[in-house]
Every structure is written in structure tokens, then in C-alpha cells.
């Protein structure tokens, strides 16, 4: 048994996995200045560089704090296209690992952190899911989760349809409609009888408004960029590369 800020949690098969599979990941991109450096790695622990910047939760409490009350927003709408921009290249070196594309399978804005100079770093990979390639048909093979636990997931998750690495950029829609309005996804939504698994299978995406997408060219063109995330179709989705 392991004893984490005092919290038992029973070793499994499982969990050794989930870590394992952080640790390969990281090491595996150690070379990115986008993703989290390990140090070393060691049965149910993995040590890894500190990461001094502010927590995205404060970053998002900020916005909206500053969309409600007007008090200064901590990043600017220029600052917000940068940091996302530096996300989603953290995201890229995931799925354009040299080896084959590297499912990350669990992002949500809280999986990145900030360092000192407000640089984003990508983290958390212990539900990574490096994609095998399928000699016969020349492709690499898609997967079936059947499980759409965590954070809000893509369409095609819910669905337990076969899914690769397109339901992270999915995700990353998530991403970017939190740092632009300083809310979760579906925070607009105020009826508690409506699952947001279903408004996602239903086609309907966490809302930007107006207000938002015409303040300033930056907003403007990160918003653009997440309707491109929030495709439907995942064959027709963007790639995060571009």
C-alpha cells in the first residue's frame, strides 16, 4: 500500500501500469521543451522538474472573475493565443512522435502547467496510448476505449466508436473554450438533468459567445480554431499540427 498526502491507495496491476506508461511517455518526449521533464522512475513513484508558474485553476478563476467583476485580466488576448499555441504543440509532439502517434487520452486544461515565464507544459500521461501499426493495411491501428470516463470526451468515446488520436483534439476544443472564457465546458448549462455526455453526442459544444469571438483578432482566430477541434466527424477533424 502506498500512502499519497495521506490517502491509501492499494497497488494494482493497474495503477503500475497507468504509471509505467507516464513515465515512458515522458521519457520518450524528454527531448521537447513542451512536455515535463522526468528525472527517474521507480515502481509506483516518478520523479519529475518543479514547475513554479501559477496553477491553471488560478488562471481560469482569474478569467472569470475578470469576465463578471472587470477586475484586469491575468493573460491578455495575445498572451491566451500564445499559451494555447504552446499547448497544442506539446499535444503535436504526442502525436507526431517519430515511433507513431501517442494517444494522450485524457487532455483537459488542468493537465497542463505553467511555469515561471508562462510557459505551458504538457503533463499527466498515465493513461497514454501509443497506436500500433497494422503492416497488412499500411496504417496505424484505431481502438476501441470503452470506457469515456475523466473530463468531457469526444462524441466518438461515448459512442465506444473506434477512436485514435483525433479525440484529443477534440479535447483541446475543451481547452481552448476554458481559456478563453474562464469557464469549464457546458458551465452554461445550469440544468442538472442534462448529461454532458449526451450534449456531446448530440452535437452540441461548449458555448463562446459573441461578445468573446469579436473582442480582439486573437480571440477571434482561437475561437476559429476550436470549432476546427469541435468537428463532429473525427475523420474530417483538424489534425493538432495544424
Sequence with gaps: ??????????????????????????????????????????????????????????LVEHEKRSRMDDPPPMLSPTEK???????????????GFEGGPIVHNDVQIGQYLIDENYHARMSDFNRAD?????????????????????????????KTDPTDEKIDVYSFGNVIQTLLTGHYPYDDYNDDSIEAWRLSVDGITPHVGSNIRGNSFAESALASVMDKCFEYHAEKRIDISL
Design 81 to 95: 493565443l500564445n499559451m494555447a499555441v504552446e499547448m497544442a504543440e506539446g499535444l503535436a509532439d504526442l502525436h
Design 1 to 58: 500500500m502506498i500512502d499519497v498526502y495521506n490517502v491509501h491507495v492499494l497497488y494494482s496491476a493497474d495503477l503500475l501500469e497507468m504509471i509505467r506508461m507516464d513515465a515512458m511517455s515522458m521519457d520518450l518526449l524528454r527531448g521537447s521543451p513542451r512536455i515535463v521533464n522526468i528525472y527517474s522512475h521507480c515502481g509506483g513513484s516518478v520523479q519529475v522538474e518543479a514547475i513554479g508558474g501559477p496553477s491553471i485553476t488560478e
Design 130 to 158: 501509443p497506436l500500433l501499426f497494422d503492416n497488412t493495411k499500411g496504417e496505424y491501428c484505431k481502438v476501441i476505449l470503452g470506457d469515456a470516463s475523466g473530463e468531457l470526451r469526444s462524441p466518438e468515446e461515448y
